[in-house]
């Protein structure tokens, strides 16, 4: 190895170790099991396969066009749903791919504004910029951190837009879809989900279920709190069943090949087919103790001092919680949090408008719960927040103590093979 290689090679490991023994909060992340992993490093990471199975623009498709039929299979299985495109390559892919499909330049799509949870791919600068998309912003309910309802459907009823999309980033209550969807559709507009944060609490059944309640299309990442690699997906339970669902269909599919993926990543689509199957298994028992888990430390370190958010709503209905830390002091408190190993991050809450200099925090436990936590470890990890943010302890005398608690969780859950992780220790965070 040259000194390049080996610069990297070392960086990497030390990430590692350093994963295996923080508690990573991160609401957008989550560990892929032991089976998924090694559909990573297969043989499938080095191959191309434009196109769908049996009608590919390669040959040596063989076995990767079963493993797609089944990917598919799978996905329709587990979201209930008639169409399923898993070949995204990550969430926001799969948003340009339907912005693609279903608006033209120049038209307009109604959507939260990123300062109030949206994500940045449903923004001008983001995602619906790059089809040249006008965005118009619903109104926010800051108090219950959710869509304002009669604001959301008066801005629909005037702008009849061409996709009203929801879906947030900061995501702690279901949005009240099937209370505006009629309207939407009313107005002309096709309804898009973009479901990347809760899409495992959706199929485990445990949050909204947006097909059901009048989306027309879901779109989603697949490595939140579904545990999957990192990738997207196109949902959908449009039958096809008349000339125009037909083309509705077709206009999807072609949004996404060959709008916005050439190759997609075969290897992640082996290691999503292998995350459908055990969430099948494991999804409903593995979303129930997520949600439990975000209570219980939305509790616990209300208990302890802290604004966490909605407290009249019980906290949260996800995986996330929110947490204000005082006037521009997130920055702070998540790099103060870092430093003790707990990695979380920086959040715009209601009323910020610096991104870069917000006053929130944004915690997910989906992590913690998938290698094992429960909710009275959810007091210990209140514990350890107080001890940095609220008395500000040196964070580096904190560190010992995370480590001393993650010591205990060192298995992959919900998933096939869980006693096999130790396979991997040399390439997870675990
Ligand atoms: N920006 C990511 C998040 O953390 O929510 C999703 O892409």
């Not at 590919?56 to 495109?85: H, M, N, P, T």
């Not at 279903?102 to 994500?119: F, M, Q, S």
């Not at 879809?177 to 309804?191: C, F, N, Y």
Request: charged residues 25%; neutral net charge.
């Amino acid at each position: 190895m040259n000194k390049d290689v080996e610069f990297i090679v070392e960086n990497v490991k030390a990430h590692t170790e350093w994963f295996r023994n923080c508690l990573p909060m991160i609401a957008s992340e989550n560990l892929i099991s032991p089976v998924a992993r090694e559909m990573l490093i297969s043989d499938f990471c080095d191959r191309y396969a434009e196109g769908h199975p049996g009608k590919r623009y390669y040959q040596g498709c063989i076995y990767v066009d079963k493993v797609e039929l089944k990917c598919v299979e799978l996905a329709k299985k587990l979201f209930k749903c008639s169409y399923a495109d898993v070949r995204p390559i990550s969430g926001t892919v799969a948003n340009i791919g339907v912005f693609k499909a279903l608006a033209k330049p120049g038209d307009t799509v109604t959507a939260l504004n990123t300062a109030e949870g949206a994500h940045i791919s449903h923004a001008k600068f983001g995602g619906a910029g790059v089809r040249g998309l006008n965005v118009v912003n619903y109104p926010f309910d800051s108090k219950n951190m959710n869509i304002d309802l009669d604001g959301a459907v008066k801005v629909i009823k005037e702008i009849k837009p061409r996709i009203a999309l929801f879906g947030q980033s900061v995501y702690l209550f279901p949005t009240p879809l099937k209370e505006i969807a009629d309207v939407a559709h009313d107005a002309g507009s096709s309804v898009v989900y973009d479901g990347a944060h809760v899409l495992g609490l959706i199929a485990g059944g445990k949050f909204q279920d947006p097909l059901r309640e009048g989306a027309d299309v879901v779109t989603a990442s697949t490595h939140k709190t579904l545990p999957g690699p990192q990738g997207g997906i196109v949902l959908s339970d449009h039958k096809g069943d008349t000339e125009d669902d037909k083309k509705f269909l077709k206009r999807l599919d072609s949004g996404v090949f060959p709008g916005v993926v050439s190759n997609h990543h075969l290897h992640h689509m082996a290691a999503k087919a292998v995350a459908f199957a055990e969430h099948l298994e494991y999804g409903k028992e593995y979303a129930d103790q997520i949600i439990r888990n975000a209570k219980a430390l939305g509790q616990a370190m209300y208990e302890l001092g802290f604004n966490v958010f909605c407290e009249h709503l019980g906290f949260t209905e996800s995986h996330q919680i929110v947490v204000g830390v005082g006037d521009g002091m997130g920055r702070w408190a998540a790099e103060a949090l870092e430093k003790a190993d707990i990695i979380v991050n920086m959040n715009m809450i209601p009323g910020d408008t610096k991104p870069l200099n917000p006053s929130g925090l944004r915690i997910g436990v989906q992590e913690l719960t998938r290698i094992g936590m429960k909710e009275k470890d959810m007091k210990d990890v209140a514990g350890l927040f107080k001890k940095v943010v609220i008395e500000k302890i040196k964070p580096e005398n904190v560190a010992s103590e995370v480590i001393e608690l993650r010591k205990d969780f060192n298995k992959i859950h919900y998933c096939f093979k869980e006693d096999e992780a130790h396979k991997y220790y040399s390439i997870t965070g675990l």
